[in-house]
């Protein structure tokens, strides 16, 4: 008799082993899945931020020629280089107004 009441007390305590061993493989794989989706997102994050650098450095390529070739056309341009002369030169001359001394 006392052999069985030990055997049932085994079991049970086997059965809550058990039962715990499997609560902890779910809380695991719970862990992991939510792991593998933050990885996820970090991934399409870092994608997210390269295209944009990309697209970032092509937009300042782009500024930089458009200047470049602005540069150029008016250096090379005579009218545009007389405006300039001038309206340099009529700013020069122009006293400072009352509030500006």
């Not at 082993?17 to 719970?30: D, E, F, H, I, N």
């Not at 870092?46 to 200047?67: C, G, I, R, V, Y």
Request: charged share 30%; aromatic share 4%; with cysteine.
């Amino acid at each position: 008799m006392k052999l069985i009441e030990e055997a049932n007390l085994c079991n049970a305590e086997v059965a809550s082993l058990q039962q715990t061993v499997q609560q902890a493989y779910k809380a695991t794989r719970k862990q992991e899945q939510e792991l593998e989706r933050v990885i996820y997102e970090r991934d399409s994050l870092e994608q997210t931020a390269q295209e944009l650098q990309e697209a970032l450095d092509q937009k300042e390529t782009k500024l930089t020629s458009m200047f470049t070739e602005i540069q150029n056309d008016r250096s090379g341009n005579a009218a545009m280089d007389e405006l300039d002369t001038k309206v340099g030169w009529k700013l020069s001359t122009m006293l400072p107004r009352r509030h500006e001394i």
